[in-house]
């Protein structure tokens, strides 16, 4: 079967693919491969070896398995093929190979995952992006503790106890292949017809964003899709990896595509061998947590909530009611700040930045029976429903993101 190619190497702007070794020495390889927040420190506890830090710490095995992934995924001759589910998959394999342990994938048994967003709330482009028919995401508050699911990927807010804000998976583990491989698919159809360097750098860091927010494993996410598939892709493409000080915020959600390009096409310039690590933009040149305060007030838009689940038993929370779109499509108004704003409510209200619930014109039959939604309507008739749906509810599963309770949110290095 032949190699399929990211690109013909003969159309205008398209370049031949690179293997790591080609713009990173192997003794250099550490500095791809630890979160660069990290470098530092590895270089003064380590100075022989600076990669073996995390095998120090939480994480024994963490530079063989990684270097193997390297070996196999950025500098084999095979460096240009495409990624698909299969070679994703062997990807997780390879940065667990040595850890003594397997993650099993996000949703499996009921347990959800979660992570930091690692910002105020997530990016406009993420608020409205559509994966398999569902919501990337959507703002948790309205349906925390009223046993109701959306029909979404995943959900954000402040949650189990976390500071700051997390988004959770809610999908089960058997649709992991399909979302990511619908992620790569789209990929390769922007990389095919893209006509500029930007044009690629947004395709590769919409999907890397997209995978990484779906988590889809339990643990071991951050170092599978920043730290290996990136710079595969960006090999892949002809471009070099890049390293800045803030990749442990990148990708998390609430980087906007036009700054991850921006940051993509700026590392082409850098020397991936300096100690002297620069920021994606200034004002990131600090802890990621400095930067998650509330939301600027003043910012606009709003945002489709999507058709919701009841959460009957812990197996089939996750059935969504389906309902068709309407007619006129749904209403998407880009924010010009760092999330939608409040058009229908209050903060105090809905607990918290985020959009309030607004969706298309449908009449609706649920557990709680039938209900008219509107184009207007807001946070009342809404309740109304959940009320009418949680009399259905059996008791003790609240606001359980699988049985047993929830696993801690995923930190440090992913």
């Known amino acids: 079967m032949p190699v399929q190619r990211v690109g013909s190497t003969t159309a205008p702007g398209v370049r031949a693919p690179r293997r790591l070794e080609e713009v990173l020495p192997r003794d250099d390889w550490w500095r791809a491969q630890l979160d660069p927040a990290h470098h530092e420190e590895a270089r003064r506890t380590h100075p022989q070896n600076p990669g073996e830090l995390y095998d120090h710490?939480?994480?024994?095995?963490?530079?063989?398995?990684?270097?193997?992934?390297?070996?196999?995924?950025?500098?084999?001759?095979?460096?240009?093929?495409?990624v698909d589910f299969a070679k994703y998959n062997a990807m997780h394999d390879s940065v667990v190979s040595g850890l003594g342990k397997d993650f099993d994938p996000s949703g499996?048994?009921?347990?959800?995952?979660?992570?930091?967003?690692?910002?105020?709330?997530?990016?406009?482009?993420?608020?409205?992006e559509?994966?398999?028919?569902?919501?990337?995401?959507?703002?948790?508050?309205?349906?925390?503790?009223?046993?109701?699911?959306?029909?979404?990927?995943?959900?954000?807010?402040?949650?189990?106890?976390?500071?700051?804000?997390?988004?959770?998976?809610?999908?089960?583990?058997?649709?992991?292949?399909?979302?990511?491989?619908?992620?790569?698919?789209?990929?390769?159809?922007?990389?095919?017809?893209?006509?500029?360097?930007?044009?690629?750098?947004?395709?590769?860091?919409?999907?890397?964003?997209?995978i990484h927010i779906i988590h889809p494993f339990e643990d071991t996410n951050r170092r599978l899709n920043v730290h290996v598939l990136l710079p595969r892709l960006l090999l892949a493409a002809g471009f070099q990896p890049v390293i800045f000080?803030?990749?442990?915020?990148?990708?998390?959600?609430?980087?906007?595509?036009?700054?991850?390009?921006?940051?993509?096409?700026r590392g082409q310039g850098l020397d991936l061998t300096s100690d002297d690590l620069e920021p994606t933009e200034s004002r990131y040149d600090r802890p990621w947590y400095e930067n998650d305060g509330p939301a600027v007030a003043g910012t606009t838009g709003t945002i489709v909530i999507p058709t919701f689940s009841s959460l009957?038993?812990?197996?089939?929370?996750?059935?969504?009611?389906?309902?068709?779109?309407?007619?006129?499509?749904?209403?998407?108004?880009?924010?010009?700040?760092p999330g939608p704003a409040l058009v229908h409510g209050q903060y105090a209200e809905m607990g918290g930045p985020g959009p309030t619930m607004k969706h298309p014109p449908q009449t609706k039959s649920g557990p709680g029976g039938t209900v008219?939604?509107?184009?207007?309507?807001?946070?009342?008739?809404?309740?109304?429903?959940?009320?009418?749906?949680?009399?259905?509810?059996?008791?003790?599963?609240?606001?359980q993101a699988g049985p047993d309770g929830q696993r801690p949110p995923e930190q440090g290095r992913g």
């Open 57 to 82: 710490q939480e994480s024994p095995g963490y530079q063989s398995s990684m270097t193997a992934a390297y070996d196999q995924h950025l500098n084999g001759d095979d460096i240009g093929e495409r």
């Open 312 to 337: 009957q038993t812990p197996q089939s929370y996750y059935e969504p009611l389906h309902a068709p779109a309407p007619a006129g499509g749904y209403e998407h108004l880009e924010a010009d700040g």
């Open 130 to 210: 559509e994966i398999d028919g569902r919501r990337l995401t959507v703002k948790r508050d309205g349906f925390a503790g009223t046993g109701v699911r959306p029909d979404a990927l995943t959900w954000y807010g402040r949650m189990h106890g976390a500071p700051n804000v997390l988004i959770e998976t809610l999908y089960k583990h058997d649709e992991v292949e399909r979302l990511v491989t619908q992620i790569l698919d789209r990929l390769y159809a922007d990389l095919d017809g893209s006509e500029t360097d930007r044009d690629r750098f947004k395709a590769i860091g919409r999907a890397v964003r997209s």
């Open 372 to 399: 008219r939604r509107t184009d207007t309507a807001g946070r009342a008739e809404l309740t109304e429903y959940l009320v009418g749906a949680l009399q259905q509810q059996p008791a003790g599963h609240g606001d």
């Open 245 to 265: 000080k803030d990749m442990d915020q990148l990708f998390q959600g609430g980087r906007s595509l036009d700054q991850i390009a921006d940051a993509l096409q």
């Open 108 to 128: 499996k048994d009921g347990y959800a995952t979660s992570f930091p967003l690692r910002a105020s709330s997530p990016t406009p482009s993420v608020l409205n």
